[in-house]
């Protein structure tokens, strides 16, 4: 059974930095195809940055050059978030799945695992 936690979520001002970690364990094999997302009520769950197995990365246009995902042998994914803005409030979800069509890579369709998520909260 696959299983994602997610935790570091909190907090911030505008300007501030957080990084969020997204324990793995379950898979026999990959995954290959890892994710964060986030929400807001009332809106889509939105596809932040990808991680594929080969280790390329994927980030939405709002958080280029802001945010960075990394992932360490223990199987932890982290997302680094800087320079965040009020507009990167929401709660925010790691994802993962077996494979990873590139046109599924931000797209909540392409992960068929989920955690349960963190808040992420910056103030202006």
């Known amino acids: 059974q696959v299983h994602l936690e997610e935790s570091g979520g909190g907090s911030v001002q505008t300007g501030g930095s957080l990084r969020l970690s997204c324990a793995i364990s379950g898979y026999t094999y990959g995954p290959y195809c890892l994710a964060w997302f986030r929400q807001v009520p009332g809106e889509e769950r939105a596809g932040v940055a990808s991680?594929?197995?080969?280790?390329?990365t994927n980030f939405a246009d709002f958080v280029k050059g802001r945010f960075t995902l990394t992932k360490d042998p223990k199987n932890i994914l982290y997302l680094q978030m800087d320079r965040l803005t009020p507009e990167d409030t929401g709660t925010y979800y790691c994802?993962?799945?077996?494979?990873?069509?590139?046109?599924?890579?931000?797209?909540?369709?392409?992960?068929?695992?989920w955690g349960q998520g963190t808040q992420v909260t910056v103030s202006s």
């Open positions: 994802a993962a799945d077996l494979t990873c069509p590139k046109w599924l890579r931000l797209q909540r369709a392409g992960y068929n695992y």
């Open positions: 991680l594929e197995n080969d280790g390329s």
